[in-house]
């Protein structure tokens, strides 16, 4: 067997969901078949974690260009200025992809993708998206997401996805040019599961874990546990995560809120937390809040891992995990329990309420689902199976060797 080098490129060194699958699959990547290189356009954390895997790194300084949010992409000027810069940063990038001497290129963010699809033509390479973000107007702006379904009809030789959810919305696109490869866990993701949950009934523990944005729902979950303080009044709640990217002012307005309200003893906020799984296995119970529909949503997987019940909302990519055989029932309004945990609707914080109620109303409900969870994720959601699909991928995209495809 050939081994085949490939180079990836991602516009951020910061770790967020995105980067943190990609560590997780290039940590299970065969290096029989593959021999990964990487082109990062920026410093940052993520650059020392893929070398710490053995990956040869390269920083190509992006610029300006790197820092256009997807709020600001709504903005013709804030476009026009992004524009410029990556078509002066393109010719930079098909020198770094032509001295990596790699056959084929893999984007892994929307940035990314948008440089690559100029720059590896150009450089001679096919190239493939590992796409992580739907392609909705809700959940990007309308601009955006129309130029970017237009790419992933012509850009890339295939578009690797998170979850079904994000592959409905890559628009026309041929069937045979599109696969889902759910984010997985590895080894350590699923080892020491929580062997109880809600030990003191009466003193439960209800967290919500990620990056403090207003895509993740922190607000609704404050809301929520408004409402629970009455009927459940020695329940706790955490706040797990702090922000990134451009998020500041919303953690910060978060905050005040809550201090207003009243609710400091009520709700903790425990800042960022380099070992996630240990923040997951000291909760009751995991929350997932997002208003907006989700691609996937790894930390109900994570929770699903660690043996911890969870409520998430009923959208995006989450139905994919938490009711893979679509059996959930309507018990409540805008709720709906599956055999693996509890689904509420997506922005509505009293549903949100009346689902985290429910679990803890009926602890031993919440166990069993729990545990019958941690069994699927076992089954559903590991890096190694991740990585097999992608290097599927990747192996299709690849040119051919003396006419014989490897």
């Excluded at 590896?120 to 990007?140: I, K």
């Excluded at 922005?347 to 409900?365: E, S």
Aim: aromatic share 4%; with cysteine.
């Amino acid at each position: 067997m050939t081994r085949r080098r490939v180079v990836v490129i991602t516009h951020t060194a910061e770790i967020g969901g995105a980067e943190a699958a990609l560590l997780k699959l290039l940590a299970e990547l065969d290096r029989e078949r593959f021999e990964p290189y990487a082109v990062v356009f920026a410093h940052g954390p993520l650059v020392s974690r893929l070398r710490a895997l053995g990956i040869p790194t390269r920083v190509l300084p992006l610029g300006r260009a790197g820092a256009v949010t997807r709020t600001e992409t709504s903005s013709l000027p804030a476009l026009a200025g992004a524009a410029a810069g990556t078509a002066a940063f393109v010719p930079r990038l098909v020198r770094a992809l032509r001295s990596s001497g790699a056959e084929l290129a893999i984007a892994n963010s929307l940035k990314a993708a948008t440089v690559l699809a100029a720059a590896a033509p150009l450089a001679g390479l096919p190239w493939v998206w590992q796409l992580h973000d739907r392609l909705a107007s809700d959940y990007l702006p309308a601009r955006t997401a129309w130029a970017m379904r237009g790419l992933a009809r012509v850009g890339p030789r295939c578009v690797v996805v998170n979850s079904e959810a994000v592959r409905t919305t890559l628009g026309r696109i041929r069937p045979e040019r599109s696969v889902v490869a759910y984010p997985g866990l590895d080894d350590a993701g699923f080892a020491h599961p929580r062997a109880e949950t809600f030990e003191r009934p009466e003193r439960p523990l209800i967290g919500i874990l990620g990056r403090i944005s207003a895509t993740k729902g922190q607000r609704e979950f404050v809301e929520a546990a408004r409402r629970l303080a009455a009927d459940h009044p020695g329940a706790r709640f955490r706040i797990v995560g702090a922000a990134l990217f451009q998020d500041g002012d919303y953690e910060h307005a978060l905050r005040a809120e809550v201090a207003r309200a009243g609710l400091d003893e009520l709700i903790e906020f425990a800042g960022w937390s380099d070992d996630p799984a240990a923040a997951i296995r000291a909760l009751d119970l995991l929350v997932h809040a997002s208003p907006v529909p989700e691609p996937f949503g790894q930390v109900v997987v994570e929770a699903m891992a660690a043996g911890v019940p969870v409520v998430a909302t009923d959208a995006g990519g989450v139905p994919e995990i938490l009711d893979p055989d679509g059996s959930a029932v309507a018990v409540a309004d805008g709720v709906r329990r599956s055999e693996l945990g509890i689904l509420a609707r997506p922005g509505d914080a009293g549903a949100l309420a009346r689902a985290i109620r429910l679990a803890l109303d009926d602890p031993g409900a919440a166990r069993e689902a729990a545990a019958r969870a941690r069994l699927s994720a076992l089954a559903r959601f590991t890096a190694a199976g991740t990585a097999r699909t992608a290097e599927g991928a990747w192996a299709r995209a690849l040119p051919e060797i003396g006419g014989i495809a490897h």
